[in-house]
């Protein structure tokens, strides 16, 4: 009896094919000031409930949570007391224990919490909300981050995103002089802090690119050096309205990526609108900052191929930032993620 030669010959990948790229969904995409109507509705614990049905139909099987301690902002005291889950006590609240939430996310076909989003601006607006004062920012800082390192280990998540500074317009107007010394060094000894406690349970740091942080451009670099053991997360669409070139800073940080953010824009800032405050939400110029996956000026299928070519394996999540749609947005998404970017992988 022959064999035909085809039947004989093994199929041998190389390592480069047999790296497989995983895409999350960050659930930062529902935006409670931006995202259409019904705001309140998107409060509730049964559009939540079922989202996650809908974030797992479109095929994504990892989420990166927002994380939010606060409660004296009128926004953030009402996302805090409905079914967001984006602080513990939001968790205990309307899911009953971290574990219950796992169980209830795994039932509707999410695996796992990849990371949750700490933004250092949430920060400022519960000082100003609270009638605090700015010399109290780097102790609420860590105090938020150490919460959050210890909410991302109860769900079993393995990474903590942060964005290291505040908005840029904030910190000129309540800071003011100069931010790159003793203020920018204050902020170095906090994220040293969290990154020794996040270490010792097992979870990673990234430091998440934002055009309007005091952080932007070259800076981050800089402050990744001063903070060993960080890692970068790049916001695609951060990166680019800041004016910094994606393949560029991917090839010259490509061993210390982790939880890339994909996103998307066609925003020019022509107006300097990263000093302003609420910078995100131009009140002058051009003002849709941010597109969906696609259907801005980025080359998202390219850098993903430079993350591949690079071995890297873990997660990227997968943000359709402030889109009007969040139905919608999400079916747009998966399309994108599916079809444009691992099917040509």
Known sequence: MKFAKAALKPDIKTAKEMIMVKFGC??????????????????????????????????????????????????????????????????????????????????????EVTSVHMNANDVVLEILAAGRKIDDYFALYEESGLAAIDHVVSLGGKGLVISPSAELGWLEQLVGGNLDGEFTDKTVAVLNKLVAAATAKGVKVALKTEYWSLFRGPKMAVLLQRVPGARLCPDLAHLAI???????????????????????????????NFRKINAEIPVEGDQKVFSDLGEGCIDLLGACRILKDNGYDGWVICENKKTLDVYKGLLKLGWFVQFELAGKL
């Open 26 to 111: 960050s659930l930062e995409m529902v935006n409670l000031l931006t995202s259409g109507p019904n705001f309140i509705y998107k409060q509730s614990k049964s559009f939540w409930t079922n989202y996650f049905k809908f974030v797992a139909a479109v095929g994504f099987k990892g989420i990166e949570l927002p994380f939010n301690p606060f409660n004296s902002d009128p926004m953030a005291f009402e996302m805090g007391r409905c079914g967001i889950p984006l602080s513990a006590f939001a968790v205990q609240a309307k899911y009953g224990s971290p574990a219950e939430f796992m169980a209830f996310l795994r039932s509707v076909g999410i695996e």
């Open 242 to 272: 800041a004016g910094d070139p994606v393949p560029v800073v991917l090839e010259a940080h490509k061993n210390d990526i982790d939880f890339m953010r994909l996103s998307d824009t066609a925003f020019t800032d022509r107006v300097g």
